[in-house]
Nanobody
Framework: QVHVVESGGGLVQAGGSLRLSCAAS????????IGWYRQAPGKQRELVAT???????NYADSVKGRFTISRGNAKNTVYLQMNNLKPDDTAVYYC?????????????WGQGTQVTVSS
């Protein structure tokens, strides 16, 4: 089972920046993807940015050019640098992804960290 530690959420004014960090541990299996998703009140959880095992990345259109996901030096650690934040970015941000053994792919999630952007 994957254990996820998230940090970096908080309250910021519009136009400001925050950096989220995520560290996934506890499995000897391959982590295929690790990234960030968010869920605003009354909305479904959506992809923000993810990084795959080959270091390729995928971003939501709404954050392209403002957010950057990067890999940390420690194994299975990623950062999400969020610049030019907007009130619409307000949500609970969850670190999550997938890992697999020889035959099955599993999904893992962190507990979430609140990001609030004031106008």
């Amino acid at each position: 089972q994957v254990h996820v530690v998230e940090s970096g959420g908080g309250l910021v004014q519009a136009g400001g920046s925050l950096r989220l960090s995520c560290a996934a541990s506890g499995t000897t299996f391959s982590i295929n993807a690790i990234g960030w998703y968010r869920q605003a009140p009354g909305k479904q959880r959506e992809l923000v940015a993810t990084m795959y095992s080959d270091s390729s990345t995928n971003y939501a259109d709404s954050v392209k050019g403002r957010f950057t996901i990067s890999r940390g030096n420690a194994k299975n650690t990623v950062y999400l640098q969020m610049n030019n934040l907007k009130p619409d970015d307000t949500a609970v941000y969850y670190c999550g992804g997938t890992y697999s053994d020889q035959s099955t792919e599993y999904v893992y999630w962190g507990q979430g960290t609140q990001v609030t952007v004031s106008s």
